[in-house]
């Protein structure tokens, strides 16, 4: 089947109740991500300094099916945590694809890029017989890619190892690129680790559509776009000024911290893990999915009045 | 004498590069490079205590519960608080689904296509070329069950967010205790989810562990290492921590010793790191990168426990624990079903690339046959957590093991905040350097002696770090 834009962004909102797979993509798409995926460009997923829990959540997608991601949807040609080859191999192999298809793969970046002494805090692997940093490897890769994914707080906005007081001078994609001039658009994927539905939803439409559209933070609107307090099922308890004092206690959680009038994200009626639990029914929301986490954010568990902010 | 450089390791988390040399066909010495650092000891000082179990999650998105773990433990015993029973077995329920995911995850998906030959196409190519033994029936069959446990292990994660929030990184392991208030049907919808993961264990996972082993039956002589086993324990059976599934000790230089943390200290002359910091004691520990020193190769420190380099991992933990084996044990060593065999019989085999393998498989049936029954041992409504108040002056340990190997967290805290935070991971144990003596760390002495026919192909190289799981 065939699938225009339109649809495509209709069908990747919709979750929850309005269909009976929920917390996923819908089975619609999966169809029409394989007839496009034919003869699409590749894509390499390459790690700076992050902690593969990206990559552990994209393998967590249900619709579609991890093995359909892999076989069938994205031609997937490195990942260091999938690919079945090591060494010489494999790094021989990732550059001779960003040659071959210059101008035209995808290059999603796992973790921020360690700037700091040269770049030593990070490498990647080894060119014929030289140790690559990672900030080479972006520099060069970087200018090759037609596009790139920064999956995760750390390779959208430095995540933790960009936190006070970023002892590895850490730095989020969009910040190198512009340190080193370099023109190639970046799309944000954000959230420690983002939903796999984000980092699927956002590669197919990049394959199928082109870029999507990004809001100022340069986060797709198709995810992105949507408060968490304000959609928050626990928000008429807010109304009602019903707050947990402690976990588990029925109530809003903004007394407990919880970091949701902050943060644009869809996990609200997303959910987490086939839409099993997420974050504020478990416990808060710490505002993964926004720029400054968690420095911004931090202490963690101390309501945003108490850290000057204020709450509507 | 030739050399190699593997570099990337690939699928495992983080970055590692090997160094071998080689000599008549064996590895002669290794160097076991750990080849990146984010400072989290250095970024977690000065903040709110509490946030550390969340922060450290990030060391490693493959097992974050395991930090998790380590860290609110550590809390609890800085804070002076315990968990009631209810918190005690939803932590170990949350942590136990993680161990399921990540051992099904390192045999079908990191460690499989070193023995099996995956799809002709990316990311299965391009891939070491030759020591493929498996029979092409034998072989579809595993690549079948690779995509079949794809989905078991997105399974098992969407138990550790029945009760955990979300996986990875969760939100329901805090100080005191867990967040989440057990409800009936989410004990339900747990225990089918096991039911269906224990099937896949019992039928599917260890049979195939042992038909893989048996095409590579000179694997369990290969990548011996130290044979020194250290193991912290793991998932508390009573609420005193008298008793744990998987048992504390160490076997050092042949001998079965009780655990005592105060053994342990870290060496930094071949990492980088400020000399001056070499040998202490995690309690007292420091975080100084020094990038330019001449002796350094690896970011990792050298823990060593009783002076000594120390393996961590489902074989140190079995070794310790001598459970009964499955009777897939049984069939594959061609003794009576009736028979009781238990870990330690395989005497010599249990330490080798498939020693580890086989520890991991029959560990995962043993945490998810105690998991079943530590689901029903929940109260419904009763509370999972206890008020944690961070005190103004404090320090405490956490010591648990991560599905790889012995992990503990140390912190100080003063005024309120953190004033010194000290992580030594699991494979910082396994994947350490050389210590100040020039001992080499479990890795490195495994890969000495391992046999490489094909240095375009060293198939063996992988095969033993990714035993490891690092």
New interface residues.
Partial sequence: MSISRRQFLKLCGATGAAFSVSGSLIPEIVAAMEKAAAGNP?VVWV?G?????????L????HP???EV??KII?????????????????D?LYATADKHKGKFYLAVEGSI?TG?DG???????LKGK?VTFVEMMKDLGTKTAAVLALGQCAAYG???A??????G?KCVMDFFKDEGIKTPVINIPG??PHPDWIVGTIAHVLMFGIPELDSDGRPTLFYSTNVHDNCPYRSYYEEKKYSK???EVGCRIELGCKGPESFADCWKRG???N????I????C?GCTQPGF?DKF?????KLETMGREVA | MAKLYIDPITRIEGHLKIEVDIDGGKITDAKSWGTQFRGFEIILKGRDPRDASQLVQRICGVCPTAHATASIRCLDNAFKIKPPANGRIMRNLIYGADYLMSHVLHFYHLAALDYVKGPNTAPFIPRYEGDYRLDPKINKVAVDQYLQALDIRQKCHQMVALFGGKAPIVYGLVAGGATEVPTVDKMVSFKWRLQEIRDFIDNIYLPTVYLVAGAYKDLFEVGVGCKNLLSFGVFPLDDDEKNFLLKPGSYTQGKDMPLDQAQIKEYVKYSFYDDKTTGLHPSKGATKPDTNKKTGYSWVKAPRYRELPHEGGPLSRMWMTNPVLSKHANKFLGVDAKKEIRFRDLGDKAFSILGRIAARAEECKMIADAMDKWILQLKPGAPSCVKAEVPKEGEGFGLTEAPRGALGHWISIKDHKIDNYQVVAATIWNASPRDDKGQLGPIEQALVGTPVKDMKNPFNVVRVVRSFDP
Wanted: overall charge positive; some cysteine.
């Fill in positions: 590749p790690q300094s992050g902690c593969t829990g990206c990559s552990v959540s393998l967590n997608t249900v099916s991890i093995a892999l076989l031609s997937l040609k490195y990942h260091p945590t999938v690919m079945a080859s090591a060494g010489e191999k494999a790094f192999y360690a002494a030593k805090y990070c490498t990647p692997g080894i140790e995540g933790i190892p936190a006070e007081p970023s002892p590895t850490s420690c680790p402690s976990f588990g987490w893990n086939k099993v639990n997420w974050c029914h478990n416990s808060i710490f968690p931090s202490p963690l568990y101390t």
